[in-house]
């Protein structure tokens, strides 16, 4: 029988007479199971196809098994696709997981075979059987996921000999989100299905524009040429509104993209804003307050995973202080050590700053090693929200909130501590605020610890979504300027304004540009943009700005 | 009158070296016998063809930062797109042989499946129209750059940071394939030039030279832009920018000059630097690379010319050892330079070696003077 499928191989003669000699030997031993079965149901008759071995006929079979309703069919056909469905001595047996073998037709143990058993081959047309027969079968299954699943592979399989027990179990089902996906999967069977009736197709076509996603689309936008007219037009219909509806959900989601961008660039430029607006100096070592947060979230997880598991969970919130700390403390050090022989000399300020971030790197590449390190996620943050077709994950809504509480937070150390009392004197004008008696030096070392500290936060943040690697800075660094540069230093709304700007409208750019066209695109429309405004959206005003 | 001389001095010294350096490398390489200790092995003629373009690079950072107060951190640029000119021609210079033997389309179109030349690749098998565009394009791209910047009075650390964002823009666009130009891989595996083997021995030495050649040539221009009347309004402008406006000088025209000019040295030095690594691509874009360019200047001295180029040759050389030797290590001697020269050395090597020259000469002549100021008293 093995012929049979070798015999696409061969000339048409031979094929013919291959086929009638397989037809013969099929009624040759369909007889011989007759009568070695007493009563042979439709069942019994199926599975005595698999003795025949072959492709054809255990295809036959396996569709015959699904729809006898034998209460072994299950357990017949995962046998198959496990290898464990074995034939000899004119019998079928099925292999429990346990070793115990039992025989097919009736479900007893049986004892010792004797003789040699074969399992029963499948290749993948067969595969393809089975999974729409499991599909089909676990329909009923009392565990409702596993009703889901099923429901689902008849979706895809599109398996016509499903119908029937969809049918069924589309009227015993209670479940309201299974039901929805077995009307599904009954839609897309009766649309390519050839001989279903007009309105059973239009009914069709209605249920899954309800459904209204990618696949309802794709099946829609896909009918078989055998359709007829009405229902053609009928699909290309409700294909246009789902189009429309996934359009809409699409730019919502894009703005989202967007926000959550946003959310990044405003965690990693709104400390460089603080160094910047009270100093006048560009802290070019600022993505490596980022990467050094970073790192201490990494070491944070370490230390937790090995001595205290239980804590994983809090492993980000107990990295925020330390990341601050740590962050913020080697921004007071450049800043004691370096930053303020350099003052009035911003040009040399950024060159100070670019060689002591090229030294923190390669100090981070010494100790850590060059390659990416694995930070996990708590599984507090992981999974989505899906909000009609959008899907926003735990992770970025996490760091969307969280970049918005940093900012509120900074906004009120600004307003409503004496130390944001002056700094904000200092970034107004320096040399009046040193003569009302406030230490200017003292005040530029802690806003400079300030803004380090809060971009070690913004790494803890973006451990999250980024890999952790000594380069991690770089990548923030020159977006970062671009926001601070179009918000202007005056005050933090400037750089809100200019992160969300720039985050909307690069995710905005993005799906008609592309990424790497829509990023250029914006760092020319930036460039533009500083001419007419050179000082930026929320730009000083005064005498101060000339200095 | 005392720094006018050094400058005349300082001319003669940097003329006279650059003279020895185009006679010695050429003799040393070719008719010392190998082995002995004056030979200079063939790999290194490159090495230091490439140094030279480097401090030629350097110059034109240094003309607009010493004397006219612009720091470009995306000088790179300017350098990279005056190399790709020189690739364009070099890549027309392979013909037929190619991986793919077309004889019109460079390897990667006709990888890319593309079927004719794009139109800005036309002219470029012509050497003369290559090294026209080897001065225009960053010319070009400097002039519209800087007259918007300039014009709107984008000045300081905001220049800087758009000349980065500029550079990195190019970068990005360069590394699409679709721009045209070899994508992330570039454009290499040159054959010839002015139909002369690129590898050749001979080719080499003639590279160096004329890289040489043109790092005098610009020198002697930089030279004479800062000595002129021009020059002095640089200086001007870079020490009292809105003083020099209320005079009633056009501040933007000066600088929109110097910053057109000194592109098109950075895009020569470029092109010079293509056929003698023999591969440009879009790295040369990467901020980072415009910035230790600034970073040359630094340690040799900002606003002395001189310095621009002894920087250039010793932080590249000590780049090539440590990277021979200790790999792990470059970054932080690249980071300490930094930090070190902008906090100790703020004039550079040469500057301090101009003060020391200064307050020795003083002190020499406060040893002598005493005597005729107490005459005079008596």
């Known amino acids: 029988m093995r012929a049979a499928a070798a015999a696409l191989t061969l000339p048409p003669y031979e094929v013919h007479f291959m086929i009638v000699l397989r037809n013969f030997l099929q009624a040759f031993v369909l007889l011989l199971g007759m009568a070695s079965a007493a009563l042979a149901g439709p069942y019994e008759e199926a599975l005595l196809k698999f003795t025949n071995d072959s492709y054809a006929d255990t295809d036959a079979a396996i569709a015959a098994v699904a729809v006898s309703g034998n209460p072994l069919a299950v357990d017949v056909v995962e046998a198959l696709r496990d290898g464990r469905l074995l034939v000899g001595l004119e019998h079928v047996f099925v292999r429990r997981t346990s070793g115990d073998l039992i025989n097919a037709a009736t479900g007893q143990t049986w004892g010792n075979p004797t003789g040699e058993l074969k399992s029963v081959r499948v290749n993948n047309r067969v595969r393809r059987a089975i999974e729409a027969a499991l599909g089909s079968l676990t329909l009923l299954s009392p565990d409702a996921a596993r009703r889901l699943e099923a429901a689902r592979a ?84 409700a294909a246009e509104g789902i189009r429309a509806r996934l359009a809409f959900w699409q730019a919502f989601q894009n703005v989202w993209y967007g926000i959550s961008l946003g959310s990044v660039l405003l965690l990693a430029a709104i400390g460089l804003a603080i160094t910047f607006g009270t100093m006048g100096v560009i802290n070019m070592a600022h993505g490596e307050m980022v990467m050094l947060g970073a790192y201490t979230t990494f070491m944070v997880q370490e230390v937790i995973r090995s001595y205290f598991p239980g804590l994983f969970g809090a492993s980000l919130l107990i990295a925020l202080p330390l990341a601050f700390l740590v962050a913020g403390s080697v ?20 060159l100070a700053t670019w060689g002591i971030s090229l030294i923190l790197q390669q100090g981070v590449r010494t100790i850590f090693g060059p390659t990416n390190r694995e930070v996990g996620t708590p599984a507090w943050m992981s999974g989505a929200l899906d909000i009609g077709a959008m899907s926003l994950t735990y992770n970025r809504i996490a760091i969307v909130l969280f970049a918005f509480s940093v900012f509120a937070i900074l906004l009120l150390v600004l307003r409503y501590t004496s130390l944001g009392l002056y700094v904000r004197a200092v970034t107004q004008n320096r040399r009046m605020a040193g003569s009302m008696g406030i230490r200017t030096s003292r005040i530029d070392a802690l806003a400079f610890g300030l803004g380090s500290g809060v971009a070690g936060i913004a790494g803890v943040a973006l451990s999250q979504i980024d890999n952790v690697s000594p380069n991690l800075g770089q990548s923030y660094i020159i977006d970062s300027f671009m926001v601070v540069v179009f918000g202007g230093v005056g005050n933090l709304w400037g750089t809100l304004v200019g992160a969300m700007t720039l985050g909307i409208a690069n995710k905005m750019l993005e799906p008609h540009a592309g990424a790497v066209l829509g990023k250029i695109a914006l760092l020319i429309a930036i460039i533009v943009f500083i001419q007419r405004r050179p000082r930026g959206l929320f730009a000083l005003k005064g005498r101060a700005v000339e200095a | 009158m005392r720094t006018q001389s050094l400058f005349d001095r300082q001319t003669t010294v940097v003329l006279s070296l650059l003279a020895a350096a185009a006679i010695l490398v050429p003799a040393m390489n070719g008719l010392a016998l190998p082995g002995s200790a004056l030979h200079l092995s063939d790999h290194l003629v490159p090495l230091l063809g490439k140094y030279v373009c480097f401090a030629l690079l350097a110059l034109s950072v240094d003309l607009i930062w010493g004397f006219c107060g612009i720091l470009s951190l995306g000088h790179g640029a300017f350098f990279a797109l005056g190399g790709y000119a020189m690739g364009m021609y070099l890549m027309r210079q392979i ?54 910047a300039f014009r709107s009075r984008v000045t300081g650390v905001y220049f800087s940071i758009i000349t980065q964002a500029m550079t990195f823009a190019l970068m990005l666009a360069f590394f699409r394939n679709d721009m045209g130009l070899g994508g992330n891989n570039g454009l290499t595996d040159f054959k010839e030039i002015l139909g002369f083997p690129v590898q050749a021995g001979s080719t080499r030495i003639a590279l160096f030279v004329l890289s040489v ?67 440009i691509n879009p790295s040369e874009f990467a901020p980072a690379n415009s910035i230790e360019v600034v970073i040359w200047v630094a340690v040799g001295g900002r606003g002395t010319l001189a310095g621009a180029i002894l920087g250039a040759l010793l932080v590249n050389a000590g780049k090539t050892w440590f990277t021979a030797a200790l790999p792990e290590f470059w970054l932080f001697a690249l980071g300490g330079l930094f930090v070190f020269v902008t906090l100790f050395m703020p004039r550079g090597i040469l500057g301090a070696a101009n003060d020391l020259w200064e307050r020795s000469s003083q002190k020499l002549r406060a040893r002598r003077s005493p005597q005729p100021v107490t005459q005079a008293a008596e």
């Open chain 1, 154 to 237: 008849v979706f895809r399989s599109r398996d016509e000999a499903a119908l029937p027990a969809l049918e069924k179990a589309i009227a015993q089902e209670g479940h309201v989100p299974v039901r929805n996906a077995l009307e599904t999967a009954r839609a897309a069977i009766l649309l390519s299905k050839q001989d279903a009736l007009h309105t059973q197709k239009l009914a069709a076509v209605e249920t899954l524009r309800d459904r209204g996603d990618q696949e309802a689309l794709a099946l829609l936008s896909n009918l078989p040429s055998h359709a007829p007219l009405e229902v053609m037009s009928a699909a290309g219909k």
């Open chain 1, 331 to 350: 921004g007071v050090l450049i800043e004691r050590a370096v930053i303020r022989f350099l003052y009035g000399r911003p040009l040399e300020t950024l």
């Open chain 2, 95 to 148: 013909g037929a042989r190619g991986v793919y033997s077309d004889p019109v389309l460079p390897d990667f179109m006709v990888f890319l499946n593309w079927k004719e030349l794009p139109w800005f690749w036309y002219g470029f098998d012509w050497l003369p129209f290559a090294a026209l565009m080897v001065l225009l394009v960053p010319g070009t791209l400097a002039f519209v750059f800087g007259w918007f």
């Open chain 2, 213 to 279: 050649l043109a790092l005098a040539g610009g020198y002697l221009l930089c030279r004479w832009v800062v000595g002129s009347t021009f020059g002095k309004v640089l200086v001007a402008v870079r020490d009292a920018e809105s003083r020099t406006r209320f005079l009633g000088y056009r501040v933007e025209h000066y600088k929109l000059a110097v910053f057109t000019l000194s592109a098109m040295l950075a895009g020569v030095a470029g092109a010079l630097y293509v056929p003698q690594v023999g591969i």
